[in-house]
């Protein structure tokens, strides 16, 4: 079997354009990824330099934060999960490797939205499956639904489910969370959840997949709410009976993820009052965002329910929102993502904010947007 195909994550490309013109001096504002600016929490830090002190380190798996995490379960959404059900990873990237690599066989079918997070689409292809993309527009709150679910025919193997999702922002409403669980057990469809914004929502508290179906596999990170993107550390949670072969998995594929994030990440978990600062450098910077884009011509937008971005259709500018964001970056200096790496087909005319930057970089990008769209781009 020859090597899959896969795109290249086309806002990479800009970031890379975007590190080249500061390289040569010019000010750049970096919206092209969801990287929070916050940091990771003081306290955090200062254990991470505590360790590095006194611990040699090695491959690891820190019992104490699989133990904090299933308390996180319990006390965020109400759901008992037993540690043991946890496997500690670099990160959701390679969570969502484990799961679709352990679950899953070649030739498998996984369903997911469009739009969605490139490497949902880009994993599938590169693991030899195949990706049955689900056109999500308004009408659907730009997220899947039961009803689509219920639709394909024959029924896929599993289904990857966001909510907040990535690049929309959109979330899925907790009945029609019941109702996708509902048909996933109808079409025997394995359900992976990426639950990695979980925490950033301006709507209310987000459900956890696990509340509807318990056999369900889930993804989170500690790269969002918690301020870590950099430090590389997440958690597949996997169902009973599959415990064994996602450690099988891991084993061989990761080992374990940094010891330094480990212990940095426990402290992490309890600075609630730091972190729910920093949603609210999210909600002023959503807010202006909100304000300002109608003045820039961008009046169809998805509904940034959670995390930090906003999906915006520039189809009256363009249709190639590669060749847009690259211009608006080398003009402007404010690099942004291409709405192709979200949606191979619609995505040529849309593009996607990140206002996971300062508040005065918001600003700051504002300023700097507002005559150049009003000059047609």
């Known amino acids: 079997m020859s090597s899959?195909?896969?795109?290249?994550?086309?806002?990479?490309?800009?970031?890379?354009?975007?590190?080249?013109?500061?390289?040569?001096?010019?000010?750049?504002?970096?919206?092209?990824?969801?990287?929070?600016?916050?940091?990771?929490?003081?306290?955090?830090?200062?254990?991470?330099?505590?360790?590095?002190?006194?611990?040699?380190?090695?491959?690891?798996?820190?019992?104490?934060?699989?133990?904090?995490?299933?308390?996180?379960y319990a006390e965020r959404y109400g759901v008992a999960v037993a540690p043991e059900r946890l496997l500690l990873t670099c990160g959701a990237s390679p969570a969502l490797v484990l799961a679709l690599s352990s679950a899953f066989k070649p030739g498998d079918r996984i369903a997911m939205a469009r739009p969605g997070y490139v490497a949902y689409r880009n994993v599938v292809k590169g693991l030899h499956m195949e990706a049955v993309e689900i056109a999500c527009g308004p009408a659907e709150h730009y997220q899947l639904?039961?009803?689509?679910l219920a639709a394909i025919d024959p029924a896929p193997a599993g289904v990857i489910v966001a909510s907040p999702a990535n690049p929309t922002g959109s979330v899925i409403a907790q009945d029609e969370l019941a109702r996708i669980a509902e048909v996933c057990r109808a079409r025997g469809i394995q359900i992976i959840s990426d639950e990695i914004y979980h925490g950033l929502s301006y709507v209310g508290p987000q459900p956890t997949m696990l509340s509807f179906e318990p056999e369900a596999m889930v993804i989170n990170s500690f790269s969002k709410y918690w301020s870590m993107a950099g430090w590389r550390l997440g958690w597949l949670l996997v169902p009973d009976d599959h415990i064994e072969t996602a450690k099988a998995y891991i084993g061989n594929l990761f080992l374990t993820p940094p010891s330094l994030s480990?212990?940095?990440?426990?402290?992490?978990?309890?600075?609630?009052?730091?972190?729910?600062?920093?949603?609210?450098?999210?909600?002023?910077?959503?807010?202006?965002?909100?304000e300002a884009l109608p003045g820039l011509g961008l009046k169809t937008i998805a509904p940034p329910d959670g995390a930090f971005y906003i999906w915006a259709d520039i189809g009256h500018l363009t249709d190639d929102s590669v060749a847009f964001c690259e211009q608006l970056l080398r003009d402007t200096g404010v690099a942004t993502a291409p709405g192709v790496d979200f949606d191979p087909v619609e995505g040529r005319t849309h593009m996607r904010f990140s206002f996971a930057v300062s508040t005065p970089q918001i600003e700051d990008a504002l300023a700097r947007m507002q005559p150049w769209f009003a000059a047609g781009g």
């Open 145 to 148: 639904t039961a009803a689509a």
């Open 4 to 72: 899959a195909a896969i795109e290249p994550f086309r806002a990479i490309v800009i970031s890379r354009l975007a590190h080249a013109l500061k390289a040569e001096g010019r000010s750049v504002i970096h919206m092209e990824f969801g990287q929070p600016s916050t940091g990771v929490p003081p306290r955090a830090l200062a254990e991470a330099h505590r360790v590095l002190d006194a611990d040699g380190m090695g491959y690891w798996e820190s019992a104490p934060l699989k133990a904090r995490i299933a308390r996180l």
């Open 262 to 290: 480990q212990h940095a990440g426990l402290v992490a978990m309890d600075e609630h009052e730091v972190l729910e600062g920093h949603l609210e450098v999210y909600r002023r910077n959503r807010a202006l965002m909100l």
